[in-house]
């Protein structure tokens, strides 16, 4: 860049160093949530092709695990989203938790 290019963008009203991005909430969980019910898709679908119980116990096990490492993501995600001062997104994140936990929770007291 040049020294007079340098000088006009700092005239300008265009913010040089700062990165100006606008907070799209469905696309944020359209990003997250879609990448997660795939790998669980392919996950049960080979699952399925197999067609073995301890195959599909295994499945099941497997994403527990990942539902687990995708609230603790999301929650990581929200605290540094909060630190950028995107509530919107970070707050998103925190109502996908407690829904999933919600959930996750009504699944387990009625198998009780």
Not at 7 to 25: G, H, I, Q
């Amino acid at each position: 860049m040049e020294i007079n290019e340098l000088f006009n963008l700092k005239d300008s009203n265009y913010p040089v160093n700062k990165l100006v991005e606008e907070e799209n909430v469905f696309k944020h969980l359209t990003k997250r949530l879609g990448i997660f019910f795939g790998v669980l898709a392919v996950l049960f679908g080979v699952a399925a092709i197999i067609d073995d119980d301890y195959v599909m116990l295994g499945a099941i096990i497997i994403s527990a695990g990942l539902t687990l490492i995708l609230l603790l993501f999301l929650l990581i995600e929200s605290f540094t989203l909060f630190s950028k001062k995107k509530n919107t997104l970070a707050k998103t994140n925190l109502i996908v938790i407690g829904i999933s936990i919600l959930i996750g929770g009504i699944i387990v007291l009625e198998n009780l």
